[in-house]
């Protein structure tokens, strides 16, 4: 079983549309969560740190569910620009482990 | 944006070749990664250090070395490439605790093996 995983997609959403996806981790023991963005051929971008009570940056929430071992995304208003891979990150022991990301195309 | 350069961005060499991607941050991070990503597929831990003079081996086999004689540099060597070495080679690094603090990528080295 892999260590986290991610529902593929992809989300395909109009401009200002809401979309939410989860990710799953294997690892009850995990310590921390992060969203990384990826776009197309580049280097992953810290989006967000994700904690326990929940937390919001602008447009985008993201929740932590312990008792399920999963994270959410949420993001509200859906800009062309968010158009995107969306890689969830967990911390174990010492190195972050990555989904294969959920893969997000805003269309005008 | 974060400085840490990788080169070279592409690479494409022949079967047997020797070849080491270079990774250098100037943010003086103590802890530095590489990851092996496959198209469409998670990043794939393959080397850490947490300082100079230590290295350790991630969760993916490697047929990879590395060395960390500077802070700043972690280059990755394949002894003899192999077309099963094609990939996207990511280098990443940290300062402080990974638990808590953002994870810099530089923008990486597509390899191809023929």
């Known amino acids: 079983r892999k260590e986290v995983e991610q529902d593929p997609g992809p989300f395909n959403v109009p401009e200002g549309a809401t979309v939410a996806f989860n990710c799953t981790y294997s690892?009850?023991?995990?310590?921390?969560f992060f969203w990384y963005r990826q776009d197309c051929r580049k280097e992953p971008k810290l989006l967000m740190s994700?904690?326990?009570s929940g937390n919001e940056d602008g447009r985008f929430t993201a929740q932590l569910n312990r008792a399920s071992q999963y994270i959410s995304l949420l993001i509200r208003d859906s800009k062309l620009s968010d158009s995107a891979t969306y890689l969830c990150?967990?911390?174990?022991?010492?190195?972050?482990?990555f989904g294969a990301g959920t893969t997000v195309t805003v269309r005008a | 944006e974060a400085d840490i350069y990788q080169t070279p961005r592409y690479l494409v060499i022949g079967t047997g070749k020797k070849i080491t991607l270079e990774c250098s941050q100037t943010?003086?991070?103590?802890?530095m990664y590489w990851y092996q990503q496959d198209p469409g597929m998670e990043l794939h831990l393959i080397h850490y250090?947490?300082?100079?003079?230590?290295?350790e081996k991630g969760d993916l086999s490697s047929e990879s070395t590395v060395s960390r004689i500077r802070t700043e540099h972690f280059p990755l060597t394949l002894e003899s490439a192999r077309p099963s070495h094609t990939s996207q080679y990511l280098c990443a690094s940290i300062r402080g605790s990974p638990s808590n603090n953002e994870q810099f990528f530089g923008p990486g080295t597509r390899l191809t093996v023929l």
């Open positions: 990150a967990v911390f174990n022991d010492y190195k972050l482990s």
């Open positions: 250090s947490y300082g100079v003079n230590s290295t």
């Open positions: 690892n009850s023991a995990s310590q921390s």
């Open positions: 943010m003086g991070h103590d802890k």
């Open positions: 994700v904690y326990s």
